[in-house]
């Protein structure tokens, strides 16, 4: 069977006064290491919006030391401009990042085209691998499958992480991916998973993979060994946990706040992010009891 990839997109920990806990990150890569789990760096779980150019750097500098080759790591360095996505491509293509994720610029509207040139110059100029990022919940700007295609035919862009949440995104990548041997697609939706994997998925990058590391990992796993009911048991646990989590708010902030109860050393997100109250903890806490995962 075809390698699968799990991948986590690593939150970033901070300490009381909103600095970056690096010790505390060490300890969330080794975490997810153990489980058999690649690593994003940077990306929306790890609140790359609120980071300084340095910070992303340092960051994703110590989470490349710590993994120390027993995994893979990528690294998200879209911005809204070509321009500082590149500068920051070359300093992450320095610390050895096996890929380069990019997410479609955010705040300023694109044409397709604008999309199309964006994502080429990019890739024209990173040393790696370079993987589109589509969220256009977040962005506002989608790649149409389309342009997909059309940027399939770059050399440097081996793929595609589609979080737009539907069945029907994922398929017309997929269409694109199962067309030719070098355009991978990967899940970034929890719940579809299993779905991808089975319609020529690579694999997925998942956030809620940080509270649930072991199913994440066994979906995609026991989808290679050609066990497509274990695949599909573990697919309807993280899909159950998805479901009452993602209920109470915006999910990465409940990503990282169900983390919180479990290890406090992951911090609290920057500020404007969502600050919890005593009543969203205890329904988070009788969450994590429902599903038998340890605080």
């Known amino acids: 069977m075809k390698e699968r990839l799990p991948f986590v997109a690593l939150v970033t920990c901070f300490d009381d006064q909103e600095n970056i ?14 489980a058999g789990n690649n690593i ?34 990528f690294v998200n360095v879209g911005t809204p401009s070509t321009y500082e996505t590149i500068l920051l491509g070359k300093e992450m293509v320095k610390l050895g990042v096996d890929a380069i994720a990019v997410i479609t610029p955010y705040f ?10 964006h994502f080429s110059r990019v890739a024209d100029a990173l040393q790696r691998p370079v993987y589109l990022y589509d969220i256009p919940a977040r962005t506002q700007n989608h790649i149409e499958p389309a342009t997909a295609a059309r940027l399939a035919d770059h050399p440097n862009i081996l793929g595609i992480k589609d979080s737009g949440g539907t069945k029907e995104t994922i398929d017309a990548y997929l ?12 899940s970034g939706p ?6 991808a994997l089975s319609h020529g998925a690579k694999g997925c990058i998942s956030g809620l993979g940080n509270v649930m590391p072991v ?3 066994a979906i995609c796993k026991e989808f290679e060994k050609g066990d497509m009911a274990a695949s599909e048991r573990q697919q309807d646990l993280f899909t159950k946990l998805r479901i ?52």
């Open 244 to 295: 009452d989590l993602y209920a109470l708010g915006y999910a990465p902030a409940m990503v990282k706040r169900a983390l919180y109860l479990m290890d406090a050393s992951v911090g609290a997100s920057r500020q404007p992010a969502l600050l919890s109250t005593p009543d969203l903890d205890a329904k988070i806490r009788a969450i994590l009891e429902k599903h038998a995962i340890a605080q």
């Open 21 to 34: 806990n690096y010790p505390a990150v060490r300890k969330q890569v080794r975490r997810q290491v153990a």
């Open 108 to 117: 300023i509207g694109c044409t397709q085209d604008g999309l199309f040139t």
């Open 40 to 73: 994003l760096c940077c990306g929306t779980n790890g609140d790359f919006t609120s980071l300084t150019f340095e910070e992303k750097v340092r960051l994703c500098g110590e989470v490349v030391d710590e993994v120390a080759g027993k995994v893979k790591v």
């Open 175 to 186: 269409e694109i991916a199962n067309g030719r041997n070098d355009f991978d697609v990967f």
């Open 215 to 217: 199913p994440l990992n």
């Open 190 to 195: 929890d719940s579809l998973i299993y779905y």
